[in-house]
């Protein structure tokens, strides 16, 4: 099999291919062997009926356009990996030769993914949120933990935030009482009640409130309120003995260490899963290429089915989401196309990293990925891969491994700085990728995609 490759215009190419005679006569053997299986001819058993009998009875030509249409989709995806080819519409063939008799040749004019620049992929350097652990913080986890321990403690002052207040509570609504509730406890400035906390601050015991309030549900309800005690939470001292009671540690100084160690694996795992979006915004910043406006309106597209699909799957539709968030339809919009935009940009600048990089992927490692698609999918690999080839998507299997390798590249290459701008050892920030993650855009020639539309 030859190919060859013809750059077309908007984003096209044209994929000629020529076969031999003698290497399309084993897609005619297939196609006589198929035809021998359906057809019942008098004296012999489906799938019995000699290849002669078969072309005298319903001629040669059957079989040659059953060959055709079966064997030119391989011949499709083999010309695409020899070339290198990611292709993201079907393809229009047009048999140029062949279809009678002799050497088989065909066009497929195929839209490929435009090619961007990224130049200054090798020195990208990615802020992450800092891992050092300060003083200030531990006192911050040692306080939350004193917090569990505090007692309630009458005082005489007026009340304020952080105060426990107990409280004869009624709420009614004209003359319907909805609530009533006698040495009601409530912290104050909790946010629970606003209006509540408002009068609440600056009360002493003996107070007697009477407030109007709007509330979910009721609407405007009047409060009647008997401040019968202020309360203030007093922490216990911070001390080995309070840390032994409090803790499976005999010492403050063994507890703090403990808090820093937790603390320290916290802001790793939050840097780690921050990682992979700073390095593809990055890599987004390099790409100044305009995308192309149907590709972006078909990403886009495709945004908006998997937001119905998800909202669907809650009961609720893209309407109830936008006044839910309180977002319009224009913001909306606009969100999802800067999103599918951005996608975009990352799809290709990694594909850009791949062909700079020559970074290639083995057939042994679609099959190993073909493999465990089969397995989320409960299907087997042999089937998959004959509908993944049969439906043009193999390619983007391929495709998806390969910026994934670049992915993996990036991560490797990339500078990692905190935000005072200290380098970060990128052993502290393992795993740095999710393992056997998809490339990070939804673009239809992912192999999750295609995955996901062909079963």
Same mark, same amino acid.
């Given at each position: 099999?030859?190919?060859?490759?013809?750059?077309?215009?908007?984003?096209?190419?044209?994929?000629?291919?020529?076969?031999?005679?003698?290497?399309?006569?084993?897609?005619?053997?297939?196609?006589? @062997?198929?035809? =021998? $299986?359906?057809?019942? *001819?008098?004296?012999?058993? +489906?799938?019995?009926?000699? #290849?002669? /009998? &078969? !072309?005298?009875?319903?001629? @040669?030509?059957? =079989? $040659?356009?059953?060959? *055709?249409?079966?064997?030119? +989709?391989?011949?499709?995806? #083999?010309? /695409? &990996? !020899?070339?290198?080819?990611?292709?993201?519409?079907?393809?229009?063939?047009?048999?140029?030769?062949?279809?009678?008799?002799?050497?088989?040749?065909?066009?497929?004019?195929?839209?490929?993914?435009?090619?961007?620049?990224?130049?200054?992929?090798?020195?990208?350097?990615?802020?992450?949120?800092?891992?050092?652990?300060?003083?200030?913080?531990?006192?911050?986890?040692?306080?939350?933990?004193?917090?569990?321990?505090?007692?309630?403690?009458?005082?005489?002052?007026?009340?304020?935030?952080?105060?426990?207040?107990?409280?004869?509570?009624?709420?009614?609504?004209?003359?319907?009482?909805?609530?009533?509730?006698?040495?009601?406890?409530?912290?104050?400035?909790?946010?629970?009640?606003?209006?509540?906390?408002?009068?609440?601050?600056?009360?002493?015991?003996?107070?007697?409130?009477?407030?109007?309030?709007?509330?979910?549900?009721?609407?405007?309800?009047?409060?009647?309120?008997?401040?019968?005690?202020?309360?203030?939470?007093?922490?216990?001292?911070?001390?080995?003995?309070?840390?032994?009671?409090?803790?499976?540690?005999?010492?403050?100084?063994?507890?703090?260490?403990?808090?820093?160690?937790?603390?320290?694996?916290?802001?790793?795992?939050?840097?780690?899963?921050?990682?992979?979006?700073?390095?593809?915004?990055?890599?987004?910043?390099?790409?100044?290429?305009?995308?192309?406006?149907?590709?972006?309106?078909?990403?886009?597209?495709?945004?908006?089915?998997?937001?119905?699909?998800?909202?669907?799957?809650?009961?609720?539709?893209?309407?109830?989401?936008?006044?839910?968030?309180?977002?319009?339809?224009?913001?909306?919009?606009?969100?999802?196309?800067?999103?599918?935009?951005?996608?975009?940009?990352?799809?290709?600048?990694?594909?850009?990293?791949?062909?700079?990089?020559?970074?290639?992927?083995?057939?042994?490692?679609?099959?190993?990925?073909?493999?465990?698609?089969?397995?989320?999918?409960?299907?087997?690999?042999?089937?998959?891969?004959?509908?993944?080839?049969?439906?043009?998507?193999?390619?983007?299997?391929?495709?998806?491994?390969?910026?994934?390798?670049?992915?993996?590249?990036?991560?490797?290459?990339?500078?990692?700085?905190?935000?005072?701008?200290?380098?970060?050892?990128?052993?502290?920030?393992?795993?740095?990728?999710?393992?056997?993650?998809?490339?990070?855009?939804?673009?239809?020639?992912?192999?999750?995609?295609?995955?996901?539309?062909?079963?």
């Amino acid at each position: 099999m030859r190919s060859s490759v013809e750059l077309m215009d908007g984003n096209k190419i044209r994929l000629t291919v020529e076969l031999e005679e003698a290497e399309f006569n084993a897609a005619l053997d297939d196609a006589f @062997r198929k035809i =021998a $299986r359906e057809v019942r *001819l008098p004296g012999f058993r +489906p799938g019995k009926a000699p #290849r002669q /009998l &078969i !072309e005298a009875r319903l001629g @040669r030509g059957v =079989a $040659r356009q059953e060959a *055709l249409k079966d064997a030119l +989709p391989e011949y499709y995806e #083999r010309a /695409l &990996i !020899e070339n290198d080819i990611t292709p993201i519409a079907p393809p229009e063939i047009d048999i140029t030769a062949g279809q009678e008799e002799g050497p088989v040749a065909f066009d497929a004019v195929v839209e490929v993914m435009p090619q961007v620049s990224v130049a200054g992929y090798e020195g990208l350097r990615v802020v992450l949120p800092n891992l050092e652990v300060t003083e200030d913080e531990i006192d911050g986890q040692i306080d939350k933990l004193r917090e569990q321990f505090g007692a309630l403690q009458s005082v005489a002052r007026p009340a304020r935030d952080g105060d426990n207040v107990s409280m004869d509570r009624k709420v009614t609504r004209h003359d319907e009482v909805l609530l009533a509730a006698d040495d009601e406890l409530y912290e104050i400035g909790t946010g629970t009640f606003p209006e509540l906390d408002k009068e609440l601050r600056g009360k002493r015991t003996g107070d007697i409130l009477r407030f109007n309030a709007n509330v979910p549900e009721h609407g405007e309800v009047t409060f009647s309120v008997l401040v019968k005690d202020v309360r203030e939470k007093v922490l216990p001292q911070v001390t080995d003995e309070w840390a032994s009671e409090a803790s499976e540690f005999d010492t403050v100084e063994e507890l703090r260490a403990d808090v820093r160690r937790r603390m320290e694996t916290v802001k790793r795992l939050q840097a780690t899963l921050v990682v992979r979006d700073r390095v593809l915004e990055a890599l987004i910043e390099l790409v100044d290429d305009e995308m192309p406006e149907g590709l972006v309106r078909g990403e886009m597209v495709r945004r908006v089915e998997n937001l119905q699909q998800r909202l669907a799957q809650q009961g609720a539709r893209v309407s109830d989401y936008m006044e839910a968030t309180g977002v319009t339809q224009e913001q909306l919009e606009a969100g999802l196309w800067a999103e599918a935009n951005a996608a975009l940009k990352a799809d290709l600048g990694l594909q850009a990293v791949a062909e700079i990089e020559a970074l290639e992927v083995s057939d042994d490692e679609v099959d190993a990925e073909i493999a465990e698609m089969a397995k989320r999918y409960k299907d087997k690999p042999e089937s998959l891969r004959r509908r993944l080839q049969s439906e043009g998507k193999l390619p983007a299997v391929r495709s998806s491994l390969r910026k994934n390798k670049a992915m993996e590249w990036l991560f490797e290459h990339t500078e990692y700085v905190d935000e005072e701008g200290r380098v970060i050892d990128r052993t502290t920030l393992e795993p740095l990728a999710p393992e056997g993650a998809d490339i990070p855009t939804d673009s239809p020639e992912t192999a999750a995609t295609a995955a996901e539309e062909t079963p």
